[in-house]
Structure formats: C-alpha cells, structure tokens
C-alpha cells in the first residue's frame, strides 16, 4: 500500500508490546535535519507513548544518511544491552545520480548490520524526489515516518525478546 493510502503515524496500542522494559537507540542523520528532527521527533513521542523511559533511549547524530551504516554499527557494539536502534534520515533527488547510490548504500548497508549483528536496526531513511514529500512523511499529511519507525522496532524488539526462550 502507498503511503499516500495510509497515515504513517495510525497505530493501535492494543496490538503493540509494552515498551517499559526495553532500550532503544535512535541515531540521526544532519542532513535535511530539518526533516530528520521531525522524524525523530515521531519516534521518540511514539515510544514514550507505548511505554519507553526517557533513560533508556539514547542518540547519536550523524553528519549524513550514508553514515547511519557506520554509527548503528558502533551504537550496536557499544550497547550490546539495547534491544532495538533506528536509523533515522532523509535523503532527498538532487541533479545527479548521488541521490541513488546513497539511498542504495544505505538500504544495503543497514540491511546488512540486521544480519550481521543481533539488535535489530529500523530502517527510518525517506527516500523522496522533493522535499513536499519528506515534509508529508516527517508530521505532514501522511503522518510521520518516525511513528512507524518506532512502532517497528518495539515490535522487533519483543521478537527478539520471544526468540531467545
Ligand atoms: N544528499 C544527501 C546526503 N548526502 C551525503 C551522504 O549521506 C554522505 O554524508 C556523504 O556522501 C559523505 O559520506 N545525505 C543525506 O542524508 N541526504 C541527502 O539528501
Ligand atoms: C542525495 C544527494 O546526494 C543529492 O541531494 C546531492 O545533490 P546533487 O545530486 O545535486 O549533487
């Protein structure tokens, strides 16, 4: 379903996990951060909302998205304790051809840390051809990518907890 079918910050608390219990890590993209504090933003009132501590969510910031590959992997052999990370970020078409190996690298690069490492990273990187779109996906008309990007990684966070018994 297109997000422009659906309101990316629509979630029902009755069908997701009590997030008291879990740490999050949650590191951040500079680039287009105007965008990027949105998103965080999202991600951080929907967990707090479904339960998490303030104390347990930590953030790195990153100077641009290709470098949420390198940051999630530094945040996951820091805090071996953390049960789930977002990676948040917003990489918008320009002229030229940059906008798709970054997006490219990133979506390889994050899907990698997910098989290489055991915490979970969610992937929170708007992909858009303009910025009206980033704004509909980070508290626009289409909700916030960073809602779902929480409500993401509380649901992995419990499947990784279920796994290990
Ligand atoms: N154009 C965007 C970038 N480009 C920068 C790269 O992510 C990276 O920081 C640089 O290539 C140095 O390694 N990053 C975004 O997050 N969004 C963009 O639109
Ligand atoms: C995604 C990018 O790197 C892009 O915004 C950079 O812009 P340009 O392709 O015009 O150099």
């Given amino acids: 379903m297109a997000t422009e079918n659906k309101n990316l910050s629509e979630y029902d608390k009755s069908t997701i996990p009590d997030a008291k ?15 990027t504090e949105g998103l965080f933003q999202g991600a951080f009132d929907a967990l707090l909302d479904c339960g998490a501590l303030k104390d ?9 998205s290709f470098e949420l590959i390198y940051g999630c992997k530094k945040m ?3 805090y071996d304790m953390l049960d789930a990370i977002i990676a948040i970020g917003s990489v918008i078409q320009g002229e030229t051809k940059h906008f798709d190996f970054v997006c ?24 858009d051809n303009t910025i009206q779109q980033s704004i509909d996906r980070s508290g626009g008309k289409h909700g916030n990518k960073g809602t779902e990007a929480a409500i993401a990684a509380i649901k992995m966070a419990q499947l990784r907890k279920d796994a290990k018994f």
């Fill in 104 to 127: 490219d690298g990133v979506t390889q690069g994050i899907k990698d840390l997910n098989i290489q490492h055991d915490i979970p990273v969610i992937f929170c990187v708007l992909t």
């Fill in 76 to 78: 996951q052999q820091a």
């Fill in 56 to 64: 347990n969510i930590v953030r790195w910031n990153v100077p641009g």
């Fill in 21 to 35: 219990n879990f740490r999050f890590g949650i590191v951040v993209s500079e680039w287009n951060d105007t965008i």
